[in-house]
């Protein structure tokens, strides 16, 4: 195997609802001097997926109900955002102090409801951006229109580990979670590992070019990864309810 | 920022108890014809550091005590296996059939402590095989030998999503964890991301050119990642007990 490159398209403007993102993409790869290959993937931070959706909620149009205004004092956090994370979530796992994590309506365990409040654009303080509606839908989308494999990739916390990795939130044209089962190793045994989350070790890898998640570099081209095995969109990635052991 | 690339050592042979790690990587290095140069990266998966450290336990001399006989009864797994397991552990975190989770005595919440029996090498069905005794010091060592940037790598589950990721149990000569506190974004705005999981981000990039973590190649150069902050040991990647909300 030969090596995989890992490029950060860091000469993005700043999208906007509306925008046509994958036009931008384009834009962004042709001041890179890149050309899209079939084999390519094209991992895309949630942010920009989000903003070119209108994803933006004035939080000055949001009022706090009664379990916003206890979870927001109980967390230390501002009711209105706990507000739009509650309608954004099926149920809240664990408030403490500066801690709300939650299960989003796409069944990702996440702090906050993946909405953010950081680097939405200048002078817009005031807006949190939700994550896409269907991001597997977004990624779809930009898939068709790119002509390469796509990740929406964003940051997540870890229950026993300090610090954020990224994940996968959506995918399209590669399997998202790659099912080995059946598959055996170098000296003929059953793989111990059958499941392995491709999009999250993609999100994860892209991460190292966007200054880590932190930096506003908006996409990332992946090239040189061998894609195996049957498509499976981020979805498949959520574990199902009744296989959690720690709700 | 330019390119990250992620280099898989391919041709690098089996690796035996007593061997010298440092010295089969600078081979396996020559024969894909890199030089290490001192901003390198080498990530070097937790077996064959274990198999260099001779981490073996041939099965047939455990004996397994009256909760392992419970646990391995609860969990369908060789009672023999669970007895090493909780003798690398501090506490079980859960136990249902096909599943044992505990937290290693390195502190990782992790599946069977780390303890493999899949590809240790021909003929050794009946042994296990244990992560090395303390893989930041493993690290370290190599990283002097090698005069670069080490990352042990590993598998791991989560507990809310599917499929396995890398992370990195030993580090070197970087930030395992890269604290972020008091950077600003773009917009001026304090980042909400404020610590970054490094190791676990270049592991599981690294996992993309070892077959995904199933292939046996067993080390990956990562060349042109800007390591910036202060170098941390993996260790500083597990939360400490008293935050853990997830027990």
């Known amino acids: 195997m030969s090596a995989i490159g890992i490029i950060p398209l860091a000469r993005m403007g700043e999208v906007t609802p509306g925008d046509n993102l994958a036009a931008l993409l384009s834009e962004a790869l042709e001041v890179e001097g890149l050309r899209i290959r079939a084999d390519d993937i094209l991992v895309v931070t949630q942010k920009i997926v989000s903003k070119a959706e209108g994803r933006f909620v004035a939080l000055d149009t949001v009022v706090p109900g009664s379990e916003a205004l206890r979870l927001g004092a109980l967390t230390r956090k501002d009711p209105r955002l706990v507000e ?36 939405i654009g200048p002078g817009t303080g005031e807006r949190a951006l939700l994550l896409p509606e269907d991001p597997d839908a977004s990624a779809e989308r930009l898939g068709k229109a790119l002509g390469c494999a796509i990740v929406i990739s964003d940051s997540f916390g870890r229950p026993w580990r300090m610090g954020v990795v ?13 099912d080995r089962r059946g598959e055996r190793d170098r000296d003929g045994r059953t793989l111990e590992v059958t499941q392995v989350a491709t999009a999250d070790l993609l999100a994860s890898a892209a991460a190292l070019a966007t200054g880590e998640g932190a930096e506003g570099i908006p996409a990332v081209l992946v ?7 049957v498509p499976s969109p981020a979805i498949a990635l959520t574990r199902p309810l009744e296989q959690d052991l720690f709700q």
Chains 1, 2 share one sequence.
């Not at 709300?100 to 796409?106: F, G, S, T």
């Open 223 to 229: 090239r040189g990864f061998a894609v195996r095995g």
């Open 84 to 119: 739009l994370v509650l309608s954004e979530s099926t149920a809240v796992l664990r408030a403490v102090p500066n801690v709300l994590i939650v299960r989003h309506r796409l069944g990702l365990v996440m702090a906050n409801a993946g909405i953010d409040r950081s680097n």
């Open 166 to 178: 990224a994940v996968g939130i959506g995918a399209s044209g590669l399997p998202a979670l790659h």
